[in-house]
């Protein structure tokens, strides 16, 4: 620790670019200085090591730190990476959640290749797949921490987002369904391996089609490492990062999503290996306990959350295989993604133990 009481030597830092994902400064130097004249000095780039879908890099220019986005290189999947979508999901937000503030969109892609956008860096930890050497949160302050992490989850949900101006975001009615079947045809449209898991999950899915649980603003990628923690409070959520999914539908889905990202002690171990983030340490809820509190926050009813847990992990095999299958065409080098395809595996096994056990 940097400060005693605090967390501030741990807070998430940028790393050099990754080969292939550089950005062209001649050309966004002076498309910088063109919008912020006031910032003087060196312009400096640097790249945020994690994420799998839109690019995100630290720039400096002078003193002013920004942070920007811009689509990952050669997706096949263009409406997942509408940069101009994002940047006004957070211009909106920002003034009713902890979202970063949007600072500038451009969407003309002689600049860097690709519409993108820039918004305010915020300080403090960001939890990956592993705790920050020599992190020490106690368990009291785990389960304070999840206890927030849900919290917030059902802070999201309860927004008017007519009120605040994203009331044409998206069709609620129908959503689910439109999604069960539209995840269902992005998997057939990025398949590189037969996995015979997917046809009986595809099935299951379309024959236990709950109806909509409501409508509200979700996030769709809601987990630790998309969260910017207070480092002088952990249990303090400072922002919310990744917003390229958000739309308006069925907040169980959302809820179902976040679940499926967090591993418990007992999961198998493949599971366990593909962790997202650190949801084990002693204090932690468990997937059950999370739905129990978001349930008490809500007033909702989640009696069905099996199918939305379910949904959640085919789902999230999908967008791994989507991403796989890039790196299986060359389409990117990112040595990360060549395991994708067995994570896609171990997803779809945790789907189906859930179908035939019938439990979180």
Same mark, same amino acid.
């Given at each position: 620790?940097?400060?005693?009481?605090?967390?501030?030597?741990?807070?998430?830092?940028?790393?050099?670019?990754?080969?292939?994902?550089?950005?062209?400064?001649?050309?966004?130097?002076?498309?910088?200085?063109?919008?912020?004249?006031?910032?003087?000095?060196?312009?400096?780039?640097?790249?945020?090591?994690?994420?799998?879908?839109?690019?995100?890099?630290?720039?400096?220019?002078?003193?002013?730190?920004?942070?920007?986005?811009?689509?990952?290189?050669?997706?096949?999947?263009?409406?997942?990476?509408?940069?101009?979508?994002?940047?006004?999901?957070?211009?909106?937000?920002?003034?009713?959640?902890?979202? *970063?503030?949007?600072?500038?969109?451009?969407?003309?892609?002689?600049?860097?290749?690709?519409?993108?956008?820039?918004?305010? +860096?915020?300080?403090?930890?960001?939890?990956?797949?592993?705790?920050?050497?020599?992190?020490?949160?106690?368990?009291? =302050?785990?389960?304070?921490?999840?206890?927030?992490?849900?919290?917030?989850?059902?802070?999201?949900?309860?927004?008017?987002?007519?009120?605040?101006?994203?009331?044409?975001?998206?069709?609620?009615?129908?959503?689910?369904?439109?999604?069960?079947?539209?995840?269902?045809?992005?998997?057939?449209?990025?398949?590189?391996?037969?996995?015979?898991?997917?046809?009986?999950?595809?099935?299951?899915?379309?024959?236990?089609?709950?109806?909509?649980?409501?409508?509200?603003?979700?996030?769709?990628?809601?987990?630790?490492?998309?969260?910017?923690?207070?480092?002088?409070?952990?249990?303090?959520?400072?922002?919310?990062?990744?917003?390229?999914?958000?739309?308006?539908?069925?907040?169980?889905?959302?809820?179902?999503?976040?679940?499926?990202?967090?591993?418990?002690?007992?999961?198998?171990?493949?599971?366990?290996?593909?962790?997202?983030? *650190?949801?084990?340490?002693?204090?932690?809820?468990?997937?059950?306990?999370?739905?129990?509190?978001?349930?008490?926050?809500?007033?909702?009813?989640?009696?069905?959350?099996?199918?939305?847990? &379910?949904?959640?992990?085919? =789902?999230?095999? &999908?967008?791994?295989?989507?991403?796989?299958? +890039?790196?299986?065409?060359?389409?990117?080098?990112?040595? +990360?993604?060549?395991?994708?395809?067995?994570?896609?595996?171990?997803?779809?096994?945790?789907?189906? +133990?859930?179908?035939?056990?019938?439990?979180?």
């Amino acid at each position: 620790m940097t400060q005693e009481g605090t967390n501030i030597g741990f807070e998430d830092h940028a790393a050099e670019v990754r080969p292939g994902e550089e950005l062209d400064l001649a050309r966004l130097r002076p498309f910088l200085r063109s919008h912020f004249p006031e910032a003087e000095g060196l312009l400096t780039v640097q790249q945020f090591p994690s994420g799998h879908s839109n690019l995100t890099y630290f720039v400096s220019l002078g003193e002013k730190e920004m942070v920007l986005r811009r689509p990952p290189y050669g997706s096949k999947v263009k409406a997942a990476h509408d940069m101009g979508r994002e940047f006004r999901v957070l211009s909106k937000l920002h003034s009713v959640y902890p979202a *970063p503030q949007a600072l500038l969109y451009c969407d003309d892609a002689s600049i860097l290749g690709a519409p993108f956008y820039l918004m305010e +860096r915020i300080h403090g930890i960001i939890l990956r797949r592993e705790l920050p050497a020599g992190l020490q949160i106690p368990a009291e =302050k785990a389960r304070q921490l999840n206890e927030s992490f849900i919290d917030n989850l059902a802070r999201l949900h309860r927004l008017d987002y007519a009120a605040i101006g994203l009331g044409d975001l998206g069709k609620p009615q129908g959503y689910l369904e439109r999604q069960v079947r539209g995840w269902i045809e992005r998997y057939y449209g990025s398949r590189t391996h037969d996995l015979p898991e997917v046809e009986h999950l595809a099935a299951w899915l379309k024959e236990h089609l709950p109806g909509q649980s409501g409508a509200t603003l979700i996030h769709n990628d809601y987990k630790f490492d998309n969260m910017i923690l207070d480092a002088e409070d952990i249990i303090q959520v400072k922002g919310v990062l990744d917003w390229e999914m958000c739309t308006l539908g069925d907040p169980l889905s959302d809820l179902g999503t976040a679940i499926a990202y967090w591993v418990d002690p007992e999961d198998p171990a493949e599971l366990q290996s593909i962790h997202w983030g *650190p949801t084990t340490l002693p204090g932690s809820l468990s997937r059950s306990q999370l739905v129990q509190r978001y349930a008490q926050q809500t007033g909702r009813d989640v009696g069905n959350i099996i199918y939305y847990y &379910v949904f959640a992990l085919f =789902k999230t095999a &999908v967008i791994t295989q989507q991403i796989y299958y +890039r790196y299986h065409h060359g389409l990117t080098k990112d040595a +990360r993604f060549a395991a994708l395809l067995k994570v896609t595996r171990v997803l779809l096994n945790a789907a189906e +133990r859930a179908v035939e056990k019938d439990s979180l």
